[in-house]
């Protein structure tokens, strides 16, 4: 019977479950609702990541025309530290449908998405998306981590940041009284359709702010989507993308990563979307880190490539070019 | 009879009301609850004004032997920009005890700050305590202002700013395995009351950070007071305070404060409490501030001091002496 391995990208909004062969081909990828034990409770959580990886082993059983042997299962989770006994947890989740107790393991999401950009047990990752951390990863553990200590202590860079700093800098030019550029004024757009104008029906500093205290804080995320937009044209936003990628780079400084470790550049803030069209905090991340290392860069890739990879059997762990398979056969999926 | 002007000083948690004749001695002091409309509502604040003011002008009878006449009515408000119509809304609380229709007038608490250092008609103030803002007072009015954005959007060098870089500062060091100084070891002291420890018992970064969050922002500011205390001894500490008169000055900077404007410097974070110790903040910002500026200069006084100089009538402004004495007299009633 066909080995597969099992790939499963957890998170508090969506997850992910990959069911690849040893060959680096992924047979079946299944996504399924939120199942983080932190953001849904452990049984909701367990009863998800059951759920998810079961259709999709079910889903890889059909194309091979039997059960496949499972021979290892690596969970990734954002906060897992949270969790009291993350592989109990785990393993009385996936019990039911793991006959012969494969090899399980559960680790955090920054392992995941290091191992999703390189096949080298030890390297550096540096994410920004939501939150913004930088971790070290020894034989595939993370060892250290910097920041990613949320919206309110730090994730300085993360899109969280950067919507405040746009914040900031419009409030900046509105109380000085200068002209705004396309950022103020797309931020100025937004406000109102979110709170009442001031006396005179006008749209400025006030508005702005009671805007930004008039909804949960982390909304201001939402403004990063316009600093990146606007950072080619505008010289406040393309300013907030410098400083953006300096904080990150002083965060990954942080951590030392030695010479010649890989480093993987994960999250919307620093990865390409759908149109492929590099962001501006990732550009200018790269170019400052270029400057300063000659570790070689990497992109992370979809979760449940890193996942997959960790979960690969130590054996065969030797093959780097099972993890270019596993990214290429994920892409294909998604593509 | 003799003729008084009051001035009051209204806040979100506790409210002075000064009577105060034209020789500039305060005739009484009456301190009443929360009164600012935004902080507890137009009609609750209407009547606390309405009621301390009534019992300092019966206490100012008393010793007058007969009503006084009012000459003149300040009320510093915070956030005035918040309230429809502030003229209106203290007519409407003041008319049933001020017979006559006295000048009354309703300025923000930066004018009050301002004038309770400087007689002087134009100057700058700069505040930091609970929020952190500079503002332009021209003619005893407020003419421009500088952040003041809040503890989400700015704030820069108040006692939240203070506090959340206290953590962060504590964060690094213990995700860098360093050894905490005074400052960490009394925050951490504070985190072990307020959060259960980690697994093993222990008290870490995740302690802390979980401890940030597990209550409302704004009371980050409690750590400020560990970093007045300690800027002496600890390294860390002394940083902190550096950083928060460089944030502070530039803040005051952004005005542009002309040559030879009194400044005035208020707010828990720069001015001497009881025992009368300059504070780290206000000593950094204060050597800053000569180093940059041949301005001059103050202290902010007493609240009450600032309205009721606002109060007095323009004919007896040029006195300054006046304001002097009601300085003297309203220290004399407090100490």
Tied chains: 1, 2.
Excluded: K
């Amino acid at each position: 019977m066909t080995a597969v391995i099992i790939g499963a990208d957890i998170g508090g909004t969506s997850s992910r479950v990959g069911v690849a062969n040893l060959t680096g081909r992924f047979l079946a990828v299944v996504t399924g609702g939120p199942a983080n034990p932190n953001a849904v409770g452990i049984d909701s959580a367990g009863a998800e990541i059951r759920r998810v990886t079961d259709a999709a082993l079910a889903a890889a059983g059909q194309g091979l025309g039997g059960t496949p042997t499972v021979a290892g299962v690596v969970i990734g989770l954002a906060g897992i530290t949270g969790v009291a006994d993350p592989e109990g947890f785990a393993r009385a989740a996936l019990d039911p449908i793991l006959a012969g107790r494969p090899p399980l393991e559960v680790v955090t999401d920054l392992a995941v998405a290091y191992a999703s950009g390189s096949p080298e047990p030890d390297g550096c990752v540096l994410i920004a998306g939501t939150g913004a951390m930088a971790g070290i990863i020894r034989s595939g553990v993370l060892d250290e981590r910097r920041d990613g200590w949320g919206w309110l202590l730090g994730d300085d860079g993360s899109g969280f940041w950067l919507g405040r700093e746009a914040v900031r800098a419009t409030l900046a030019d509105l109380e000085a009284g200068r002209e705004l550029g396309p950022l103020g004024d797309a931020i100025l757009d937004l406000v109102r359709t979110q709170v009442e104008p001031g006396p005179g029906g006008e749209y400025g500093a006030s508005e702005l702010i009671r805007s930004g205290y008039a909804r949960p804080p982390r909304e201001l995320s939402e403004y990063a989507t316009l600093v990146a937009e606007l950072a080619d044209v505008d010289p406040v936003a393309a300013r907030i993308a410098d400083r953006a990628a300096e904080v990150l780079a002083a965060t990954l400084g942080r951590l030392d990563p030695g010479p010649a470790l890989p480093i993987v550049l994960a999250g919307s803030v620093l990865q390409p979307g759908p149109a492929g069209r590099p962001t501006p905090v990732g550009s200018r991340l790269r170019a400052l880190l270029s400057e300063r290392y000659e570790n070689p860069l990497h992109e992370a890739g979809p979760g449940v490539v890193g996942a997959a990879w960790l979960a690969v059997p130590a054996a065969a762990r030797s093959d780097r070019d099972l993890h270019r398979r596993l990214l290429a056969s994920a892409r294909d999926r998604s593509g």
